[in-house]
């Protein structure tokens, strides 16, 4: 008897043992991950979607704004025909119907079919009476303008789980201001999958995105665009691209380029396209670089608008190379203000020797070749400038009248912006303030980031520019009776190795009134077929523009 009752005993200590090990693995090794699929089967969350905000021009007009839209939603368990509601929700949303079916099989409450639906479809749905299909309210983003400044604004897409994400330009920039913040409440449901709304729990409230308010100038915005347009198509160039900016504040007024893509229907467009050239793509700017060079050496205080050069009576020689003018012609003692009226590479030549690569160098940087300018877009690229040991003698020479170095069109447009605001380069910026969901409105500041040259220089340089666009070889373009300063740019494309005589990049840059400047301003065309001179396609085209401006803003001629 002893030995039976120990060995029940003993058995029932296993047992109880076994017990206690087992609930303890249940109960404290996997307690949280069971804690968690039991609470998933009573509990929903249920998301509060964000309103994003809006991009609203100059004139409060939004560019970038939310239009209502309906979320197709099918409850599977009280659907009754699942293949006429396939074969019908699959045509009237352009979606498989096999794909609906298999949404509809699921074993579950609630399932999203399509979202962005507009609401004629939603009533072409409605008018059905589906058992199970329902909708639910929600926004998408529109572009009520198409393609303006579409390259500047950039696109809503989705990301990797499906929710709002700006790309590039502005949207994707300010994505996370643009956002704001979802709101979430717990739904507790009975044994039936039914909510119990007295259980509701709300945890988060959600935050609608900011709206950004732009210095984009919709009546500039639309000149630009038409002139650019046009000077593509009269003077057959590939593409092109232009901005208008306050030099003052450096507020970008518009900027435009093509071809462009239509954000509401991006899909539909090459990727390509979703870059911004204007802040992404490099180029020579050939003569348009001159006014730099040349400011930069009249504030080193080695030349004077008189001062003659001694090299100019023909071709000039540097380091096994000869530079040439681009017509030829040549001015034996001409002035450094001819240099840039005729714009005279051996001129160029003469004060690049003279500045020398230290402080070419040196005014290169301050100037903000090779740099990013912190304009408010997503994608600005710039290439910095080649280490000071890569640098030859030629290549000082040639960088001074703008080939052989590399430059976005943002990074131009900001430095000729320092000679019109007295020296003083002023960081670009597209957005003027941020208003956020409860109506408060917070103005960016304009920010000064150098002073390259002295007011003296730049008002020198001014008046040297405003010569070149008065005598120079786009003088028949110019606005009577405006004191416009600019300066034209022809820079022959590099091709395996050496330089195309037939293709160029025809640019044009300059600024006005030159007595008080109002905007800057640099057009450029890639490739232009019925004639490779920035003289005669880019300046026109410039010219267009600016007297649409100088009309806008009321300025009467000065002469």
């Given at each position: 008897?002893?030995?039976?009752?120990?060995?029940?005993?003993?058995?029932?200590?296993?047992?109880?043992?076994?017990?206690?090990?087992?609930?303890?693995?249940?109960?404290?090794?996997?307690?949280?991950?069971?804690?968690?699929?039991?609470?998933?089967?009573?509990?929903?969350?249920v998301?509060?979607?964000?309103?994003?905000g809006?991009?609203?021009?100059?004139?409060?007009?939004?560019?970038?704004?939310?239009?209502?839209?309906?979320?197709?939603?099918?409850?599977?368990?009280?659907?009754?025909?699942?293949?006429?509601?396939?074969?019908?929700?699959?045509?009237?949303?352009d979606?498989?119907?096999?794909?609906?079916?298999?949404?509809?099989?699921?074993?579950?409450?609630?399932?999203?079919?399509?979202?962005?639906?507009?609401?004629?479809?939603?009533?072409?749905?409605a008018?059905?009476?589906?058992?199970?299909?329902?909708?639910?309210?929600?926004?998408?983003?529109?572009?009520?303008?198409?393609?303006?400044?579409?390259?500047?604004?950039?696109?809503?897409?989705?990301?990797e789980?499906g929710?709002?994400?700006?790309?590039?330009?502005?949207?994707?920039?300010?994505?996370?201001?643009?956002?704001?913040?979802?709101?979430?409440?717990?739904?507790?449901?009975?044994?039936?999958?039914?909510?119990?709304?007295?259980?509701?729990?709300?945890?988060?409230?959600?935050?609608?995105?900011?709206?950004l308010?732009?210095?984009?100038?919709?009546?500039?915005?639309?000149?630009l665009?038409?002139?650019?347009?046009?000077?593509?198509?009269?003077?057959?160039a590939?593409?092109?691209?232009?901005?208008?900016m306050?030099?003052?504040?450096?507020?970008?007024?518009?900027?435009?380029?093509?071809?462009?893509?239509?954000?509401?229907?991006?899909?539909?467009?090459?990727d390509?396209?979703y870059?911004?050239?204007?802040?992404?793509?490099?180029?020579?700017?050939?003569?348009?670089?001159?006014?730099?060079?040349?400011?930069?050496?009249m504030?080193?205080?080695?030349?004077?608008?008189?001062?003659?050069?001694?090299?100019?009576?023909?071709?000039?020689?540097i380091?096994?190379?000869?530079?040439?003018?681009?017509?030829?012609q040549?001015?034996?003692?001409?002035?450094?203000?001819?240099?840039?009226?005729?714009?005279?590479?051996?001129?160029?030549?003469?004060?690049?020797?003279?500045?020398?690569?230290?402080?070419?160098?040196?005014?290169?940087?301050?100037?903000?070749?090779?740099?990013?300018?912190?304009?408010?877009?997503?994608?600005?690229?710039?290439?910095?400038?080649?280490?000071?040991?890569?640098?030859?003698?030629?290549?000082?020479?040639?960088?001074?009248?703008?080939?052989g170095?590399?430059?976005?069109?943002?990074?131009?447009?900001?430095?000729?912006g320092?000679?019109?605001?007295?020296?003083?380069?002023?960081?670009?910026?597209?957005?003027?303030?941020?208003?956020?969901?409860?109506?408060?409105?917070?103005?960016?500041?304009?920010?000064?980031?150098?002073q390259?040259?002295?007011?003296?220089?730049?008002?020198?340089?001014?008046?040297?520019?405003?010569?070149?666009?008065?005598?120079?070889?786009?003088?028949?373009?110019?606005?009577?009776?405006?004191?416009?300063?600019?300066?034209?740019?022809?820079?022959?494309?590099?091709?395996?190795?050496?330089?195309?005589?037939?293709?160029?990049?025809?640019?044009?840059?300059?600024?006005?009134?030159?007595?008080?400047?109002?905007?800057?301003?640099?057009?450029?065309?890639?490739?232009?077929?019925?004639?490779?001179?920035?003289?005669?396609?880019?300046?026109?085209?410039?010219?267009?523009?600016?007297?649409?401006?100088?009309?806008?803003?009321?300025?009467?001629?000065?002469?």
């Amino acid at each position: 008897m002893n030995w039976r009752y120990r060995f029940t005993l003993l058995f029932f200590l296993i047992f109880f043992l076994l017990i206690i090990t087992r609930l303890f693995y249940w109960q404290v090794v996997r307690a949280q991950e069971l804690s968690a699929i039991g609470q998933a089967q009573y509990d929903q969350q249920v998301v509060s979607p964000a309103q994003r905000g809006e991009i609203e021009t100059s004139d409060g007009f939004a560019i970038a704004a939310n239009k209502l839209a309906y979320l197709v939603y099918a409850n599977p368990k009280v659907v009754k025909n699942k293949k006429e509601e396939s074969d019908v929700l699959g045509k009237l949303l352009d979606i498989k119907s096999a794909t609906v079916s298999a949404m509809l099989s699921e074993n579950e409450f609630w399932v999203p079919i399509k979202s962005g639906v507009d609401n004629t479809i939603k009533e072409k749905i409605a008018a059905k009476n589906f058992p199970g299909v329902g909708f639910e309210e929600q926004t998408v983003r529109f572009y009520p303008e198409a393609s303006m400044a579409a390259q500047l604004l950039g696109f809503v897409g989705k990301d990797e789980n499906g929710n709002d994400q700006g790309y590039f330009g502005l949207e994707g920039y300010y994505n996370q201001q643009l956002s704001g913040k979802d709101g979430y409440a717990i739904v507790v449901h009975d044994a039936g999958g039914h909510p119990i709304l007295a259980k509701m729990n709300n945890s988060t409230v959600k935050v609608d995105g900011r709206t950004l308010i732009l210095h984009i100038d919709r009546r500039i915005q639309y000149m630009l665009d038409t002139e650019l347009k046009k000077g593509i198509q009269t003077y057959g160039a590939k593409t092109g691209m232009a901005a208008v900016m306050d030099p003052k504040t450096g507020a970008i007024l518009a900027m435009s380029s093509f071809p462009t893509f239509d954000p509401t229907n991006y899909q539909k467009y090459s990727d390509s396209l979703y870059l911004n050239p204007f802040i992404t793509s490099t180029y020579e700017p050939g003569s348009t670089f001159k006014p730099i060079i040349m400011s930069a050496a009249m504030n080193a205080g080695l030349i004077q608008p008189n001062t003659e050069c001694n090299i100019c009576n023909g071709p000039v020689s540097i380091g096994g190379y000869q530079i040439h003018t681009w017509n030829d012609q040549y001015f034996p003692n001409t002035t450094m203000t001819d240099v840039i009226v005729h714009s005279d590479n051996t001129g160029m030549a003469f004060v690049g020797e003279k500045l020398g690569l230290d402080r070419m160098l040196d005014y290169l940087n301050r100037f903000g070749i090779g740099q990013d300018t912190g304009i408010d877009l997503q994608g600005e690229e710039a290439p910095e400038l080649h280490p000071k040991n890569e640098w030859y003698p030629i290549d000082v020479v040639t960088a001074s009248f703008g080939q052989g170095i590399v430059a976005t069109p943002i990074e131009l447009l900001d430095a000729v912006g320092a000679i019109a605001n007295n020296g003083k380069r002023m960081e670009p910026q597209v957005v003027a303030a941020v208003q956020t969901a409860d109506g408060q409105t917070i103005p960016i500041q304009p920010k000064e980031i150098d002073q390259p040259i002295s007011a003296t220089s730049a008002q020198v340089m001014t008046q040297i520019m405003v010569d070149a666009a008065n005598e120079g070889e786009a003088s028949f373009a110019r606005l009577k009776g405006y004191n416009i300063a600019g300066k034209t740019g022809t820079a022959s494309i590099p091709v395996a190795g050496h330089y195309d005589p037939t293709k160029t990049i025809a640019s044009f840059v300059g600024f006005g009134p030159a007595e008080n400047p109002r905007f800057v301003m640099i057009v450029i065309l890639n490739q232009p077929s019925a004639s490779i001179w920035g003289s005669e396609t880019a300046a026109p085209v410039f010219y267009a523009v600016a007297k649409d401006i100088l009309t806008y803003y009321g300025i009467p001629p000065s002469q």
